[in-house]
């Protein structure tokens, strides 16, 4: 009954109904990534906490809990960096877009509007605020640049800038926009070569962290039944306890050296 227990509270937590009238009546654009891969993730370190009660003792939910939310994050930060690469491409690629509405002679406008039709998420915010501002009058940016990505706000202020300076100035914006596009281009080249780069010690960091784990699978497998000496053990509380605290320190010591040579 101590296991199944948590193991039902575990069930009823990954069975908890989301908020999907609030969802579905939030604005499109501040929703770009989809609901469902994002439902259980503030459900996870509860869950993780009663799974490891049931499975090793009170140390043994703070230790899993812990260890969930780091991993959570870990992978929040790379998909993060993983999209501005990708939001980077996507504003080119509208910037291109544009450009050509431009040439053919559309007003800057419609060629805004145009491009934010075609795209989706902040990139289609942006150029929607683009086309709102010149349509109303008001302040010519970028709409949306307080959300954006740290990796994607230096193009899209840059990009509000050369907007502000043709709607100022009477400059021809083609190529103020051709210079945004190229901006946007090698930074995203630049993202998607560091990623690879760094894909190779991000998996080996992975393979490092999963050691600990794989070595308490052989000694259980053994005979030596190490779960059982840090379930019910004082002393193997404790240690389970240092010992994930220092695995967590790891990874978040790797993610520190990972995001130093980024920003480098």
Not at 219 to 228: I, R, W
């Amino acid at each position: 009954m101590a296991v199944v227990l948590p193991l039902l509270l575990v069930t009823a937590l990954l069975c908890w109904p989301m908020p999907t009238p609030a969802r579905r009546l939030a604005p499109q654009e501040a929703r770009p990534r989809p609901v469902g891969s994002l439902s259980f993730r503030p459900l996870a370190p509860w869950a993780a906490a009663l799974s490891g009660w049931a499975l090793l003792g009170p140390a043994g939910a703070v230790s899993v809990s812990l260890l969930v939310t780091v991993m959570l994050r870990t992978g929040e930060r790379s998909a993060r960096f993983a999209g501005t690469a990708r939001e980077l491409s996507e504003l080119a690629s509208g910037l291109r877009m544009m450009i050509g509405d431009l040439r053919s002679g559309a007003v800057p406008e419609s060629a805004a509007a145009g491009v934010a039709a075609e795209t989706r998420g902040t990139v289609s915010t942006v150029f929607e605020g683009l086309a709102v501002a010149t349509r109303l009058g008001g302040p010519a940016g970028p709409g949306g640049h307080e959300r954006c990505p740290d990796g994607l706000r230096p193009v899209v202020e840059r990009l509000g800038r050369c907007w502000r300076l043709s709607e100022h100035y009477g400059v021809a914006p083609v190529g103020l926009l051709e210079a945004v596009r190229v901006d946007a281009e090698q930074r995203a080249r630049l993202a998607r070569e560091v990623e690879a780069k760094l894909a190779g010690p991000r998996a080996t960091a992975t393979v490092l962290t999963g050691l600990p784990v794989l070595g308490l699978l052989l000694g259980q497998v053994s005979g030596a039944d190490p779960l059982d000496v840090l379930a019910t053990d004082p002393v193997g509380q404790l240690l389970l306890l240092v010992g994930t605290v220092l695995l967590c320190a790891g990874v978040l010591w790797i993610r520190r050296l990972t995001e130093a040579a980024v920003r480098s």
